[in-house]
């Protein structure tokens, strides 16, 4: 089993609720509400660790922490051929490549 403080959370003020909102990015349908920040963030590790038993306990995988996963550095993009034309122009504009000035852009 995955340790539940391994995943990748995030807290914010909901004015709506009157409360703060913490959520996980590896469990978009789970959440957890607290009257602070801290009681948000241990609530929601709470609640991956109970969904990471039932998940073993079903023999189903996981997902892995984003911290755990290997990503190779390609990221394909499909744009629309005027944008891909614009892109380009502005590429040989500055002197360097599309990968070198879209990659600068993220």
Same mark, same amino acid.
């Given at each position: 089993?995955?340790?539940?403080?391994?995943?990748?959370?995030?807290?914010?003020?909901?004015?709506?609720?009157?409360?703060?909102?913490?959520?996980?990015?590896?469990?978009?349908?789970?959440?957890?509400?607290?009257?602070?920040?801290?009681?948000?963030?241990?609530?929601?590790?709470?609640?991956? &660790?109970? !969904?990471? =038993?039932?998940? +073993?306990?079903?023999?189903?995988?996981?997902? #892995?922490?984003?911290?755990?996963?290997?990503?190779?550095?390609?990221?394909?993009?499909?744009?629309?051929?005027?944008?891909?034309? &614009?892109? !380009?122009? =502005?590429?040989? +504009?500055?002197?360097?490549?599309?990968?070198? #000035?879209?990659?600068?852009?993220?």
């Amino acid at each position: 089993m995955h340790d539940p403080r391994a995943y990748t959370y995030r807290v914010f003020r909901s004015e709506a609720d009157g409360c703060f909102v913490a959520s996980t990015l590896e469990f978009p349908s789970l959440s957890c509400l607290g009257d602070t920040q801290d009681e948000a963030l241990h609530g929601m590790v709470d609640v991956v &660790r109970e !969904a990471l =038993e039932i998940l +073993e306990g079903e023999g189903r995988e996981a997902p #892995l922490p984003m911290g755990s996963r290997r990503y190779s550095g390609h990221l394909s993009l499909r744009i629309p051929p005027e944008e891909h034309r &614009r892109v !380009a122009m =502005e590429a040989a +504009e500055a002197g360097v490549s599309i990968n070198q #000035l879209v990659a600068a852009r993220i």
